[in-house]
């Protein structure tokens, strides 16, 4: 069966996004944003400025990664004596303490989340900038576990304010945070924002007819 | 601004269609059982899905989130026992500690991921369905409940308890930690606000809003 699939776009109509009413397009666009005639949302036939917004925001993620990596996320002082922890270093110190389940779970969340999220946007974004006809279905799978798997990064941040909160005997033992940790909080959050600003249905756009 | 022109012909035949939010294919909206989900034929997101009894559910589950939140926040969340040494700290503890330390950045961060956007989110859940369930509807309704929509990537609980875990674990050795009233109810608050989370039925919240305007 060939034939193009009815989209909303394609029957003159949009989509709101917060409570997914669906109104007409209309005819001129310039007088101001539309208005959701239900939740008074401002209607966008698809997110506006997608790719450019969500490249910025990735981009400014790319950047913030390396100081988030490099610098360190928290020092424990003790005894007056300082060590620095990145993140990869204090992952490594959970496996030395022969606690490799946690280890996982903290590697997990804070350095393959990120980088997959970050590889995983880019992909996306090129896939729909070459508009690309290469499983749509895959590709929206893909973009819908990147925007839920994101948040889960924030383990290191929270662990952090834990710590801080409960080890403060002064000269015994400290703990500081570092300037990595505000770095891998912003790489989180621009990431977070970059999945909230791609939109999928470019992915179908580009897929013009039932095969 | 547009919408208003709808005839009431065309408004019912928008309303017997929806498109898929996530590749904007156009489906017919059929009644669903209890229970039973509708998915986009084309990529497989989720559509709507139908749940039984969804506005008391909810309204429940908000109001015991409501108790579990307050004690979280009030009750001793953990004590740190050293060498005869004892540090008692709160929920908040964390969050005023960057403060101290000039780290307001992360402060705000923490602050809103585990008290903030928590509370907004049981608070705006009660102030929509609550009048709603008696056919009444509050003030700012809609600006509300979409702010409640907006809570549910940003409320981190989950993420934060798991934060926890991992800092008792690494503390473990050091010191002798014992979990206070707090750190239970926030178990309990991160249960039960997933569980008011699904057992919300968003369509038919619009659904009753749009009826009763």
């Known amino acids: 069966m060939r034939g193009v699939y009815p989209t909303a776009a394609r029957s003159g109509l949009m989509s709101c996004h917060a409570c997914h009413q669906l109104s007409r397009i209309p005819p001129v666009l310039s007088e101001g944003e539309p208005i959701c005639p239900r939740c008074e949302a401002h209607l966008h036939l698809r997110k506006p400025n997608s790719i450019s917004r969500t490249w910025a925001l990735l981009i400014a993620a790319y ?6 990596n490099v610098l360190p996320v928290m020092t424990v002082i003790s005894f007056g004596k300082g060590e620095a922890d990145t993140i990869l270093s204090g992952v490594k110190e959970l496996i030395h303490a022969g606690m490799v389940p946690i280890a996982l779970l903290v590697f997990f969340a804070s350095i393959t989340v990120p980088v997959l999220k970050l590889l995983a946007l880019t992909y996306l974004l090129l896939s729909v900038q070459y508009k690309s006809q ?9 973009y819908r576990m990147t925007e ?19 080890v403060k005997l002064d000269a ?14 912003a790489v989180v959050i621009l990431t977070m924002f970059a999945a909230m600003s791609f939109d999928p249905r470019l992915i179908w756009d580009n897929i013009e007819e039932k095969s | 601004m547009f919408p208003a022109r ?32 509708a998915k986009c034929s084309r990529c497989g997101a989720l559509l709507y899905a139908k749940k039984r009894d969804s506005f ?9 989130s409501l108790i579990f939140f307050t004690l979280a926040n009030f009750f001793p969340f953990m004590t740190f026992e050293l060498n005869g040494r004892v540090q008692v700290s709160l929920l908040s503890t964390g969050v005023q500690e960057f403060f101290e330390r000039d ?4 402060g705000i961060l923490v602050l809103c ?8 989110k049981i608070l705006g859940m009660l102030y929509v369905l609550g009048p709603l369930e008696f056919n009444r509807r509050p003030w700012h309704a809609a600006l509300v409940f979409r702010m409640v929509e907006h809570c549910r990537t940003w409320a981190m609980m989950d993420v934060y308890l798991l934060g926890v875990i991992v800092a008792v674990v690494k503390l473990s050795d050091l010191a002798n930690l014992v979990p206070g009233v707090a750190i239970y109810s926030f178990v309990a608050l991160i249960f039960t606000l997933a569980a008011a989370d699904s057992a919300l039925d968003t369509h038919m919240v619009w659904e009753k809003m749009e009826k009763i305007s």
């Not at chain 1, 290469?134 to 893909?142: A, G, I, Q, S, V």
């Not at chain 2, 780290?103 to 992360?106: A, D």
């Not at chain 2, 991921?113 to 907004?120: C, E, K, M, N, V």
């Open chain 1, 63 to 68: 950047i913030l990664y390396i100081p988030a």
């Open chain 1, 134 to 142: 290469w499983r749509p279905r895959e590709r929206t799978k893909l």
């Open chain 1, 148 to 166: 839920v798997v994101g948040r889960w990064s924030m383990i290191d941040i929270f662990m952090i304010s834990i710590l801080i909160a409960l």
């Open chain 1, 172 to 185: 015994v033992a400290t703990i500081e945070p570092g300037p990595g940790a505000i770095s891998f909080a």
């Open chain 2, 6 to 37: 709808s005839n009431e012909m065309n408004m019912s035949a928008l309303h017997s269609l929806i498109a898929c939010h996530e590749c904007d294919l156009l489906h017919r909206v059929q009644s669903l059982h209890y229970g039973e989900r």
């Open chain 2, 56 to 64: 008391e559910h909810t309204i429940i589950l908000a109001l015991a």
């Open chain 2, 103 to 106: 780290m307001w950045e992360l």
């Open chain 2, 113 to 120: 991921a585990s008290i903030i956007f928590p509370a907004l």
